[in-house]
């Protein structure tokens, strides 16, 4: 399964709809049924996983797990 790294954006840019477009971005370079890993800064990415899952699931895919690993929040996602 491959894993994106996912960055804060560096300006002072809405993160929400940041996210948005990053799933976006990802989502369109899969195909259905292939699985992708997300992994981001827990501490500049502070929201609860109904969020992620939503904006995950509003790009199209669909959130198959989260887990953290040393400050780092990761999601398994796959493209509906």
């Known amino acids: 399964m491959r894993r994106i790294a996912i960055r804060a954006p560096a300006c002072g ?3 929400i709809t940041y ?10 370079e899969l195909q259905p049924g292939e699985q992708v890993e ?34 780092t929040r990761v999601f398994a996602a796959e493209k509906g």
């Open 38 to 71: 997300f992994a981001f800064d827990a501490e500049r990415f502070p929201f609860a996983d109904p969020i992620f899952e939503s904006l995950m699931a509003a790009a199209g895919l669909r959130m198959i797990a989260a887990r953290a690993e040393d400050g």
């Open 19 to 28: 996210l948005k477009r990053v799933f976006r971005i990802h989502a369109e």
């Open 13 to 15: 840019a809405d993160i």
